[in-house]
Nanobody, 121 residues
Framework: QVQLVESGGGLVQAGDSLRLSCVASGRTSDYAMGWFRQAPGKERGFVAVISRYGGRTSYTDSVKGRFTISRDNAKNTVYLQMNGLKPEDTAAYYC???????????????WGQGTQVTVSS
């Protein structure tokens, strides 16, 4: 069993930056780690994923060049650096742990409780 706790969300203006963190209770090197987001009235969608040791990453098209996912397995922590935030990035952001590198929500076994990111125009 792995417990995930996200932090770092907040209210910012368009163009600002935020760094989200996700701390795991277990050993993160056992898992690929992903970030997902869900806006009100919408389905939870893929944002970024990083492989177990960080050698491979993938992003949804709308965040490429603005967001960066990284991990520090010694700290059991995964990060999402978000630059150039836009109002359409407003959502609850969730981190997730899964056995395989995956962009689908169904591919993840453990989820955090989420952290809210709100971007004003």
């Amino acid at each position: 069993q792995v417990q995930l706790v996200e932090s770092g969300g907040g209210l910012v203006q368009a163009g600002d930056s935020l760094r989200l963190s996700c701390v795991a209770s277990g050993r993160t090197s056992d898992y690929a780690m992903g970030w997902f987001r869900q806006a009100p009235g919408k389905e939870r969608g893929f944002v970024a994923v990083i492989s177990r040791y960080g050698g491979r990453t993938s992003y949804t098209d709308s965040v490429k060049g603005r967001f960066t996912i990284s991990r520090d397995n010694a700290k059991n922590t995964v990060y999402l650096q978000m630059n150039g935030l836009k109002p359409e990035d407003t959502a609850a952001y969730y981190c997730a742990a899964g056995t395989n590198f995956n962009t689908q929500t169904m591919g993840y076994d453990y989820w955090g409780q989420g952290t809210q990111v709100t971007v004003s125009s």
